[in-house]
């Protein structure tokens, strides 16, 4: 079962991210402009969180810590500016995707 989990969660990692950049491809060229823009947004933000903060990368590498995610600001600003923007600016763009196709239905 911990293998499963495991394989789940580095699947889910890339396929999620890669799904939104093709889904906001399709709605921008179908002329839902706001949702396409945002859903590429978050595929891209999201693919960027997860290249940063994979396991071989090198952008953690030389941090001395075990949790990349729980970093201070005093420590490496920059890495506790992507841990905890990358995430923001995905769910953002997400919720305003879905926004914005409801609103073009309704």
């Not at 940063?52 to 490496?76: G, V």
Request: aromatic share 14%.
């Amino acid at each position: 079962m911990d293998n499963l989990a495991s394989q789940w969660a580095t699947v889910s990692q890339w396929l999620f991210p890669v799904t939104w950049v093709v889904l906001g491809g399709a709605s921008f060229v179908r002329r839902h402009r706001v949702a396409g823009v945002s859903l590429l947004v978050a595929g891209l933000s999201a693919l960027l969180f997860a290249y940063l903060f994979s396991p071989e990368s090198s952008f953690t590498a030389s941090w001395e810590t075990d949790a990349p995610l729980n970093i201070a600001f005093d420590y490496k600003p920059i890495g506790f500016l992507a841990a905890n923007l990358l995430p923001a600016i995905t769910n953002f763009s997400i919720v305003v995707a879905c926004v914005s196709f409801i609103r073009r239905r309704g």
